[in-house]
């Protein structure tokens, strides 16, 4: 009995689905038929002739909503000061989805990690989900210790991370083909987002991030070479397995360590905070945002 190779190559976009589950399910239904099933090697050399004369339509052979890949652009922009006539570099974010390679491009005035965080945020709202893995470079923004084997995550970006319900796995140092989705499309951003609006002047990061929106939505729509389909098209088959944003965006917060005081308080940023007295002497950790101060003690 020959397997339905189409429907072998559709459930291979799907997580967790693998050739072993999918040959096995095929011996059950050859068995059914009374007929005579391929064995496995055969099973999957059929598979990949197929997938071979698939390559040449098939965009990307990965999985919808299996990762996306961040990094920040290596060619900058720029803005202008109104009064002086200063250029005022602009750092480019960019974020894709390694599967169907649609992108989120965005500008800002510093590499910082607020700049970073804020970026994963409106990152994750433009493509309205989020996926199984989050693929950034060992850049500190994001990882404390580089690491080939146990990267340190920092304490923000993991927070982030578990907010949107996804896994960080940084890019390999030296390792390019870890990050081939974000580093092909950092090229063509250049190309056609960044260097295309060379010739337009902007006095503000608003009005730079508005353009830069626009030539986006034309870029993910532009049609690959060689093939009637796009960015925007293959990112439609994604969005229904895209993990849901939760109902409120992450807020950013700072960690801080202070020791409670013998008048069981702590100082933070010049204002005290009562802690209880059984506290007196040791080192809390405190998580700072806009709304709320939370102190914890070994992680409590």
């Known amino acids: 009995m020959d397997p339905d190779l189409q429907y072998i190559h559709e459930q291979m976009k799907k997580p967790s689905v693998n050739l072993k589950l999918l040959w096995i399910e095929y011996c059950e239904e050859s068995r059914k038929s009374s007929a005579l099933p391929l064995m496995y090697s055969q099973f999957c050399n059929h598979n990949q002739k197929f997938a071979?004369?698939?390559?040449?339509?098939m965009h990307i052979p990965r999985k919808p909503a299996e990762a996306i890949e961040?990094?920040?652009?290596?060619?900058?922009?720029?803005?202008y000061d109104r009064d002086t006539g200063e250029e005022i570099k602009v750092y480019v974010f960019v974020g894709v989805l390694n599967y169907s390679l649609y992108a989120y491009?965005?500008?800002?005035?510093?590499?910082?990690?607020?700049?970073?965080?804020?970026?994963?945020v409106g990152m994750f709202s433009y493509f309205g989900g989020s996926t199984n893995i989050l693929i950034p470079d060992n850049l500190?923004?994001?990882?404390d210790k580089a690491d080939k084997y146990n990267p340190v995550i920092n304490r923000t970006y993991s927070e982030l991370a578990q907010y949107y319900q996804t896994a960080v796995l940084p890019a390999r140092v030296r390792k390019p083909k870890d990050k081939v989705s974000v580093e092909d499309v950092v090229g063509d951003i250049s190309t056609w987002?960044?260097?295309?609006?060379?010739?337009?002047?902007?006095?503000s990061l608003a009005e730079l991030n508005k353009a830069i929106k626009e030539n986006l939505n034309h870029f993910n729509h532009r049609a690959f070479l060689k093939k009637d389909s796009n960015r925007y098209s293959y990112y439609l088959e994604e969005t229904p397995m895209l993990i849901?944003?939760?109902?409120?965006?992450?807020?950013?917060?700072?960690?801080?360590?202070?020791?409670?005081?013998?008048?069981?308080?702590?100082?933070?940023?010049?204002m005290n905070y009562s802690i209880p007295s059984e506290y007196i002497g040791y080192t809390v950790d405190v998580k700072i945002t806009a709304r709320v101060i939370e102190v914890f003690y070994n992680n409590h």
């Open 244 to 270: 849901p944003l939760p109902k409120t965006p992450f807020e950013l917060a700072e960690w801080k360590s202070a020791k409670v005081q013998y008048n069981y308080h702590i100082s933070i940023d010049r």
């Open 140 to 143: 500190k923004t994001g990882v």
């Open 193 to 203: 987002i960044i260097v295309a609006l060379r010739n337009n002047k902007f006095f």
């Open 70 to 79: 961040v990094d920040w652009a290596g060619k900058t922009a720029a803005i």
């Open 52 to 57: 071979q004369t698939r390559r040449a339509t």
């Open 105 to 120: 491009v965005e500008g800002f005035l510093d590499m910082s990690k607020m700049s970073w965080i804020n970026a994963h």
